[in-house]
């Protein structure tokens, strides 16, 4: 099978599960609601450090799981920019999220085309190891970062689970996260400069600064 039948099957594993996506990973089965994950949530966005007023973008955003957490913390004035290549993944996030605060967009990620220097955070969550172009997206990502603004990578599980979880599935089992090394090296070479790297069971998260001005 060859990279666009690859890409097209993983798009079509996304958008068939669009609906049932919130359910599946984030419904607490005890109290009905999506709080499965809410200490892990806190956790991160004591990380990302959102602001009142800030613009923020929500790469590979899916149905929209980070929308009320990131819209309590940027306030009347803030801005989000919810992305997904998945088409379906958009329209169920859309009919979840109406706030003008938020704008969708259906592209992949190294496409984004937003202004340049117009975003304060980007948050890559449960998402990163589906790039298949990292160096493309991360230089895209940059690109529309402000200086000094931030880059989060997360997941909700160590590199080790993840790639393990992702090896059991045939469309998304090259998708995996680089090793510690590797992610280091990545991110250096595109100008960002990592202030804090946390790979554990159950919690992963790189928060990284744009402090180079160009390349």
Not at 119 to 128: E, M
Request: net charge negative; hydrophobic share 40%.
């Amino acid at each position: 099978m060859n990279h666009e039948e690859m890409d097209a099957r993983r798009k079509e594993f996304f958008n068939s599960h669009a609906e049932a996506w919130l359910d599946m990973f984030y419904r607490n089965p005890q109290s009905g609601v999506l709080d499965r994950h809410e200490a892990d949530f806190k956790r991160l966005f004591s990380i990302i450090g959102l602001r009142l007023g800030d613009t923020v973008m929500d790469v590979g955003c899916g149905c929209g799981v980070l929308v009320p957490y990131i819209l309590d913390r940027i306030g009347p004035d803030g801005r989000l920019y919810e992305i997904d290549y998945a088409e379906k993944m958009i329209e169920v996030n859309k009919c979840l999220h109406q706030d003008p605060r938020i704008t969708f967009l259906n592209t992949a990620v190294e496409f984004i085309g937003l202004p340049a220097a117009s975003i304060d955070k980007a948050i890559c969550f449960a998402c990163f190891p589906h790039f298949q172009r990292k160096t493309e997206s991360l230089l895209e990502i940059k690109r529309v970062l402000k200086p000094g603004g931030v880059l989060i990578i997360a997941h909700f599980a160590s590199a080790d689970e993840i790639n393990h979880r992702h090896g059991k599935h045939e469309c998304v089992m090259h998708d995996r996260l680089p090793s510690e090394k590797e992610m280091r090296e990545l991110l250096a070479s595109v100008g960002f400069q990592i202030d804090s790297f946390e790979d554990e069971p159950g919690f992963y998260c790189i928060r990284a600064e744009n402090h180079s001005a160009g390349l």
